[in-house]
């Protein structure tokens, strides 16, 4: 079940999402939903779903075309100031900071970048909790 909550996130982390719709799309209390994630993922919902945002707005920082406030709305940030707070949390720096520092010449970011993120990242969660069986482990 969480393989696939996983999955449907990152699909949709641009769009707005709510844990109470997802948990009703899965058949579930939002209750459980958020205890599922801090057990298993150590992150609220919430929290997890901004991680995928900012990992995806990485990408998107190279573009020098592209202003913060396009980035922030197309990785589905309500507002830059959101994004901000929720990228330098993780980053330790503004997204303008990373653009500067990093240039538009950032080996490993990119496509192939955001899939080896978030994939691999959350495979690599989830992997202790399979069964030592499992034909994905």
Excluded at 67 to 94: Q, W
Aim: a positive charge; proline letters at 3%; glycine letters at 6%.
């Amino acid at each position: 079940r969480l393989a696939r909550l996983v999955t449907h996130l990152e699909a949709h982390s641009s769009e707005e999402i709510s844990s109470a719709e997802v948990a009703a799309s899965e058949g579930v209390s939002a209750s459980y939903l958020a205890r599922l994630f801090k057990e298993r993922l150590g992150c609220t919902f919430g929290e997890y779903v901004s991680m995928i945002r900012a990992k995806k707005s990485l990408a998107l920082l190279g573009r020098k075309d592209a202003t913060i406030l396009d980035i922030a709305l197309e990785c589905g940030f309500p507002n830059v100031k959101s994004y901000n707070l929720v990228f330098k949390r993780i980053h330790k720096m503004t997204p303008s900071q990373w653009r500067q520092q990093a240039g538009t010449d950032v080996p490993g970011i990119g496509e192939s970048a955001y899939n080896r993120c978030d994939a691999g990242f959350a495979f690599h969660l989830l992997k202790k909790y399979l069964p030592a069986s499992s034909a994905c482990a």
